[in-house]
């Protein structure tokens, strides 16, 4: 079963990825020169593939990373549910 395993934001058709989404902002704003601003936050799956934090969401209830009852609310996923 597909499982959650890094925040991530794709942008410019690249993948950054760290612990925190937070972390990854700081990442590229500091090594990459690269602002966030138009990015798509989520996650990397245990198989490569980047997902929004809706979909996400799904995923990490799907592999039993969070409870089912966490899709009642109609939140996002944040990396510190996860991390």
Known sequence: MERLVKSAIHKNGKVYTGRRHSDIIYK???ECEE???GGTQGFVTDQGRFVSRCEGLTVAVASGQLPKER????LNLTSEELW
């Open 71 to 74: 899709l009642d609310s109609c």
């Open 35 to 37: 602002s966030s601003e």
């Open 28 to 30: 590229m704003a500091r």
